[in-house]
């Protein structure tokens, strides 16, 4: 058999595994990120017991989320493109054993310069995680799986996140207190870790295969991936040049506030406004991330199926269904309508979270193709993440100045904006090279 001429079976076992491990790796990383916002109320507590008031404490702790944020962003646009050039699999890994590091750090510290110094250290050397996925995603799939490929790795942060937050508040329920979570946390994400390091290869190549077809509409279409990667000039140019590369980016920007604040704030809104225990507040707010699970399933399937434009069009009437449910969440009264009050969140989650996850994603896919899909991955998440930096800081002082409800008319604003930004991308994409059929 030559070197091309692999097994089918074989092939499609490997490119299993290289899901489940990413997936499962990356499901990883949200232990040790979704427990600064599962523990956020009982950090509030310990701060309170220190001498601040709550009100502070929650602006305080709103800044360091900031920070964190601003510097995943950094980290996106500066550290992301480098899978590139060094390898998705050794990022990826990158990620894994740095927020291992930064969680323990942050459970030794005692008050905010540490936790501070700790949180934006973990946010930052995550950022170079998921843009190593992509990478690796790109050597190992056809351009024609890409929306079922990053749909089903997407849920690594979705079902992910709330099999994490479920699980941490568990551990809450049966006594822990903030530090014991930071603890388990970070001794699962090491193991995941380990798995990693002996099994994940960076590309199907490496097992004998034939590199898989890109898309033929990607920005690199006209070159080849060895020119491409000559420099960060040949690999920025067909991004910075390409209308559909800013509209995404700018679609980033809006729906990574909305998302990054319903991270952070849904377990202190659900404990604050709607009256739940910090334990049943931590549970609940898995249903965000649960049911964007569930649409990225279902809308990974489809966007593969419309083709052309389909992934412009699905996130258009996602986001108009999103200012919906935002405008709804202002308008109850939280602690008399509890069940509606988390019957609106998570369908927020479903409705924006499965478009949401096409951007960095499939997208990043469709216009980097196997030469700039980390760059374009981090470029994209980099941008929508300087919008997130809103989402901690700023959301915790409307929330204390104008209550939840002011709190949600803002998102809804950006949300309907974010709208407006995905119909100019459905024309973009209408307008764009025809995509042809390819084979798995």
Not at 118 to 125: D, E, Q, V
Not at 134 to 157: D, P
Not at 285 to 303: C, D, E, K, Q, Y
Not at 381 to 400: K, P, T
Request: glycine share 12%; hydrophobic share 50%.
């Amino acid at each position: 058999m030559s070197e091309h001429e692999i097994d089918p079976k074989r092939l499609r076992r490997w490119q299993g595994l290289t899901i489940t491990l990413m997936c499962t790796g990356y499901a990883g990383y949200y232990l040790c990120r979704s427990n600064f916002s599962v523990c956020l109320p009982q950090i509030i507590n310990y701060l309170v017991a220190h001498g601040m008031s709550s009100e502070q404490a929650r602006i305080r702790l709103g800044t360091v989320s900031s920070l964190g944020v601003l510097a995943y962003a950094g980290g996106k646009l500066l550290l992301g493109g480098s899978a590139d050039f060094l390898g998705g699999r050794r990022n990826f890994l990158g990620g894994m054993i740095g927020a291992v590091i930064c969680t323990i750090l942050f459970a030794l510290g005692g008050g905010l310069p540490l936790f501070t110094l700790a949180w934006m250290g973990n946010r930052l050397l995550q950022s170079i995680g998921w843009a190593g996925m992509v990478k690796v995603t790109s050597k190992w799939f056809s351009y024609s799986t890409y929306g079922a490929v990053m749909g089903a790795i997407s849920l690594s942060y979705l079902f992910g996140d709330a099999a994490a937050r479920h699980f941490m508040s568990l551990l809450i329920g049966y006594g822990l207190d903030w530090r014991g979570v930071f603890g388990v946390a970070a001794g699962t994400l090491f193991v995941l870790f380990i798995v990693n390091v002996f099994l994940l290869k960076e590309s199907r190549t490496e097992i004998g295969a034939a590199p898989p077809e890109v898309n033929p509409a990607n920005l690199y279409r006209e070159t080849n991936e060895a020119s491409a990667r000559a420099g960060l000039k040949q690999i920025l140019a067909p991004l910075v040049a390409s209308p559909a590369f800013w509209l995404v980016s700018a679609l980033s920007l809006g729906c990574t506030l909305m998302r990054e604040t319903f991270n952070t704030w849904t377990p202190t809104f659900f404990n604050q406004a709607v009256g739940f225990s910090p334990a049943r507040s931590a549970d609940l707010s898995a249903l965000f991330p649960l049911f964007g699970g569930f649409s990225v399933i279902l809308f990974g399937f489809l966007s593969d199926v419309l083709k052309q434009g389909g992934r412009a069009m699905i996130m258009f009437y996602g986001l108009l269904l999103t200012t919906a449910a935002l405008l709804a969440l202002a308008l109850i009264h939280p602690a008399a309508s509890q069940v509606l009050a988390v019957a609106l969140v998570t369908l927020v989650g479903f409705v924006m979270l499965g478009p949401y996850s096409y951007l960095g994603g499939a997208i990043a896919l469709d216009l980097g193709g196997s030469a700039g899909s980390a760059t374009a991955s981090g470029i994209i998440d980099g941008i929508g993440y300087l919008g997130g930096v809103l989402s901690g800081d700023m959301m915790a002082r409307i929330s204390v100045s104008y209550g939840w409800r002011g709190a949600f008319l803002v998102l809804a604003a950006v949300s309907a904006i974010s709208s407006v930004a995905s119909a100019l991308f459905f024309l973009n994409q209408r307008r764009s090279v025809p995509l042809r059929a390819a084979a798995n």
